[in-house]
């Protein structure tokens, strides 16, 4: 049978054994000790009674008139167990008296003076007048056990009310001597792989805490090893942006140079590749960039800002009214990223640009709670393919426009801030559209995701 795997049951088991066991010793040594001293007490009240009724029984004997030897049985004043019995014989063993409940039978012929036993009693013998008057005192072995047993439940009963209190003593000691250990559980069991804070364990005991200093060390170097691919991503999207950018500059200059038909369509066509190139190495940026680093921070922003100023931004190449943004007046606050955020709102955004209705707005809504809601005109997409929408370079329609992973970016930035993105079609209130929505304000401050 194998033990409780917990420190804390491991712990009450190993202790509570030891103290039932301990318990138990002391019980049974305790049972022991007493049995011996009462034993004692008994022999000696024996002894004194013998001792004390000899002389007395001898004044009456010696008194009695000449030749009355006659036996002479003692009455009892009222009725009562008596507990000592006794008889006084001559040398010959001829019975001279007796107490009122002495059995003959119990008492052997008389073997000296000293202590005794039967089957059935403790004996005490003594003699006077050079062993001419012998007196024997008996106790019942019985009522002997009787007494000791009594006294010995008299001591085992509070014993057996002071072990579950023990028990339980022991059961708080351990866990208030674990809490530290159960809050280092606690922070552990709550909290998701993307979660990379140091784990508090300034209250840990000796024999633990190297072990969180070294889980901390080992987060710092992730920690540290996400913010460098972090910035690898940062770098790399803007090198390439610079060689696209010339590469795109020298298309457009030959359509412009070339007197060719043929030649200015190949520049037309080498620049429409750019175009994408430029934008699928902008996507695959942003997608290494949820994938890979720290999507919360330990300080909270203001959603609204973030969100006027992307939207701002998108809508300098939109024509009027094409983007509408509705915020709320209270501020939302989040510790999202606000690159992260800005990163999610815009391929939400243009997702909606591009596969909307071109003559519909494409409607922007911040919740009080945090609830970002972007949503379009347009045909409904089909269920099976709502499904499919947020895997990678997945397309919801035929045109073959767009990198297929505009959603799965935001699918990846929404899970790893700890929110979900949630795709209908159609939309709410209405019978055709798309409406995409993520939960932005849902996470704590400093939860160093």
């Known amino acids: 049978m194998k033990g409780p795997r917990s420190l804390q049951g491991r712990l009450l088991l190993s202790l509570g054994a030891v103290l039932l066991v301990f318990w138990i010793g002391a019980a049974w040594a305790t049972a022991v000790l007493l049995r011996h001293e009462i034993e004692e007490v008994f022999d000696s009240s024996l002894q004194e009674t013998a001792q004390r009724l000899l002389p007395l029984a001898v004044i009456d004997i010696v ?8 036996s002479q049985r003692l009455g009892a004043i009222r009725s009562h167990d008596e507990l000592f019995t006794y008889v006084v014989r001559d040398d010959k063993g001829k019975i001279l008296l007796r107490s009122h409940a002495a059995d003959l039978s ?7 003076a000293g202590f005794g036993r039967t089957a059935t009693h403790r004996l005490y013998s003594e003699e006077a007048l050079q062993g001419t008057i012998r007196i024997t005192v008996a106790k019942s072995l019985a009522h002997q056990d ?36 159960r809050a280092f559980r606690d922070q552990l069991e709550t909290r998701s792989e993307k979660d990379l804070a140091p784990v508090a364990s300034d209250d840990l005991p000796s024999e633990v805490a190297p072990l969180a200093a070294s889980m901390n060390a080992l987060l710092e170097r992730l920690r540290a090893a996400f913010e460098a691919e972090r910035g690898l ?10 060689p696209l950018a010339g590469a795109i500059a020298q298309a457009q200059r030959i359509q412009r140079e070339t007197a060719e038909p043929q030649t200015a369509q190949r520049g037309a ?5 750019l175009k994408r190139l430029t934008a699928r190495a902008e996507r695959l940026m942003q997608l290494a960039r949820a994938e890979g680093g720290r999507l919360n921070l330990d300080r909270e922003s203001d959603l609204r800002n973030i969100l006027d100023v992307v939207i701002r931004d998108m809508s300098r190449n939109e024509p009027a009214g094409r983007i509408l943004l509705n915020l709320p007046d209270t501020p939302v606050m989040s510790a999202a990223d606000p690159d992260a955020v800005g990163i999610l709102c815009r ?7 591009r596969h909307g209705s071109q003559s519909s707005p494409v409607e922007v809504a911040l919740a009080p709670d945090g609830l970002l809601t972007v949503s379009n005109d347009g045909p409904v997409v089909p269920a099976e393919t709502l499904a499919r929408l947020a895997n990678r370079f997945e ?36 019978q055709t ?5 993520v939960r932005l304000a849902s996470l704590g401050a400093g939860t160093g995701t």
Do not use: C, K, W
Not at 233 to 242: I, K, P
Not at 433 to 437: L, T
């Open 106 to 112: 119990t008492f052997p012929p008389y073997g000296g």
């Open 63 to 70: 008194g009695r008139e000449d030749g009355d030897t006659v």
């Open 347 to 353: 391929n939400l955004v243009e997702n909606a640009l």
């Open 395 to 430: 397309r919801g329609g035929t045109a073959g426009r767009g990198n297929g992973i505009g959603l799965s970016i935001v699918s990846t930035i929404a899970d790893r801030m700890g929110g979900v993105l949630t795709l209908r079609s159609p939309r709410t209130g209405s």
């Open 233 to 242: 991503a940062a770098n790399t999207s803007h090198e390439l942006r610079t």
């Open 269 to 273: 066509d080498i620049e429409a590749t």
């Open 433 to 437: 559209g798309f409406e995409a929505s």
């Open 146 to 181: 009787a007494v000791i047993r009594e006294m010995q439940m008299g001591l085992g009963l509070p014993v057996l009310l002071v072990i579950p209190a023990a028990f339980a003593a022991v059961a708080f000691a351990v866990r208030h001597s674990t809490r530290s250990l």
